[in-house]
DNA sequence: CTTCCTGTAACTTGTTTGGTTACTACTATT
DNA sequence: AATAGTAGTAACCAAACAAGTTACAGGAAG
């Protein structure tokens, strides 16, 4: 299931707003980091900001984060851009009269619940500091290489 | 994204296998269960015999399961039919002459990984025949209920 | 040898994602 | 207040992909 990457994308997009928190803003300067249209950027802020991770003001280059770096986890992000999209589907339309059929989707939707749910215990064990200080020593790595 | 339902249909697939094996089990007669063409059926039988996961033989309705149903997990059943396909996709395709572009998959793809490594942990733990079990709890349940 | 079935390729359709264009509205500067 | 720059958002387009359909070659079994 080729997963969207926007989830990806508004991770880069916080991540930049920390890191270059004193250059100018705008949504061409972040699509260029991103390498991807503006337009998609300020879509990706929309629902950020409907999350309430992110302020905005119109005309203004000056998107802020709204809370804490650590107070952000991985977790929150995913329900900011994706919801309550679940990463493994049940085909909900099956033969009812059918033992399979009929039954299937109570049965897988318990376990694919539990798989979800782990994978979400794991991102919100990370938070978007954690991501601003490696993505800083990763480049200091490639700094020290150079 | 519209998820892809092979993986349910999958595991569908199997279970249907085994619960009816003294039945005719033809393409169509499985297709009718899943509620899908007889071809969709097929394909996702190649799948599982490239994965050893059943046998088959051309021109017969005979569809053999491979194994003992409780060694066969949901996670062998994920990889028969995803591959090392991802839950999660990072960005691949980002500006890397930025701290946040150069740097983001190096970063993203091990907090994704061990989210992915979580959610196969928990369908390594549930095997076909906990499937079929519950689907018989689940049928009994509806027949007290009628 | 006829019938039923599998295996697979090729094509079609519907959905989703991401990119593009275009427009309105807001902010700041002069 | 006029202008330049930017956000917000709708509308549309193109590419990717899933799943359905058609078609057909070939195996199995009576």
Redesign the pocket.
């Known amino acids: 299931?080729?997963v969207?990457?926007?989830y990806s994308?508004a991770i880069h997009l916080l991540a930049y707003l920390n890191i270059y928190a004193d250059t100018?803003?705008?949504?061409?300067?972040?699509a260029a980091s991103?390498?991807?249209?503006?337009?998609?950027?300020?879509?990706l802020?929309?629902k950020l900001?409907q999350a309430g991770l992110i302020t905005?003001?119109?005309?203004?280059?000056?998107?802020v984060i709204a809370k804490p770096l650590t107070q952000i986890s991985l977790l929150s992000v995913f329900y900011a851009i994706?919801g309550d999209?679940p990463l493994l589907?049940v085909?909900p339309k099956t033969n009812p009269d059918c033992i399979v059929g009929g039954n299937i989707q109570t049965v897988l939707k318990q376990y694919y619940q539990d798989a979800q749910t782990a994978a979400e215990a794991r991102l919100a064990k990370t938070s978007l500091q954690d991501v601003v200080d490696n993505l800083l020593v990763e480049q200091a790595k490639k700094d020290a290489r150079s």
């Open positions: 299931m080729r969207s990457t926007r994308d100018k803003l705008t949504s061409d300067a972040i991103i390498e991807t249209s503006p337009v998609v950027v300020r879509r802020m929309s900001r905005t003001t119109p005309g203004t280059a000056q998107p994706e999209k589907a085909d």
